[in-house]
């Protein structure tokens, strides 16, 4: 059982540029979650899905867009990164039934 | 809002007993997660509370208020790796399955 893959782990992006990260999740979920993570500020919500073809805004969605165009797929979207985007994101998967369940987590640096 | 409050730092001594607390707005609540963060790693499932009382899961436990709007997990027979951050996650009915989160408690065990 793969769970929640999070691709790429590591990357790193000049000011500008654009990038996508993808989660994948294999446990049919309805809900999906896009967090990031920056030290002393917790998980915030960036964008989130309550199922396939849909999309909701969270508590930081600014400079970022999501889409959910398979239930299995949630993508995150960079169209052109700062340095403030520069933090360790987080995806996430659930249903009414279950427990989150969280990717090992994406390491972007923007220089 | 739905602000949730949780101590950002705490100190224990390995063997000994600690809680964590976190108060959350009551209006509309559904269920609490706790969830256990290891540096540089994902979060992973501890608990989740939708009756008042106690729950128990081996050193680990969990207790609801529901009315009062508070919570805490209790870690007995502290051991260096209980050593993370602990993320309190309330749930509201009619939220949208909106899963947010408290900024966590870094526990620290000392021998």
Do not use: A, I, R, S
């Given at each position: 059982n793969a769970g929640v893959t999070q691709t790429p782990k590591f990357r790193v992006l000049k000011t500008g540029q654009s990038m996508t990260l993808l989660c994948a999740q294999d446990?049919?979920?309805?809900y999906m979650y896009w967090y990031r993570q920056d030290p002393g500020m917790g998980l915030r919500l960036i964008h989130y899905s309550v199922g396939e073809g849909t999309t909701a805004k969270g508590e930081v969605p600014d400079g970022y867009n999501v889409s959910r165009l398979k239930k299995q797929n949630f993508l995150l979207g960079l169209e052109s990164a700062a340095p403030s985007q520069t933090s360790v994101y987080f995806c996430a998967s659930t249903d009414t039934r279950t427990e989150a369940f969280f990717g090992q987590g994406t390491r972007l640096t923007v220089v | 809002g739905q602000n949730i409050d949780q101590p950002t730092e705490m100190t224990a001594t390995e063997g000994a007993i600690v809680q964590i607390n976190c108060t959350y707005q009551t209006s509309g609540f559904n269920g609490l997660f706790w969830y256990q963060q290891h540096a540089g790693e994902a979060p992973t499932f501890l608990s989740y509370n939708v009756l008042d009382g106690l729950e128990e899961k081996g050193r680990f436990s969990s207790f609801l208020s529901r009315s009062k709007g508070y919570s805490y997990l209790l870690l007995k027979?502290?051991?260096?790796?209980?050593s993370a951050s602990y993320l309190c996650g309330p749930t509201w009915a009619g939220n949208n399955r909106k899963l947010i989160w408290g900024l966590g408690t870094s526990l620290a065990v000392n021998p």
């Open positions: 446990m049919n979920h309805e | 027979e502290l051991q260096m790796k209980d």
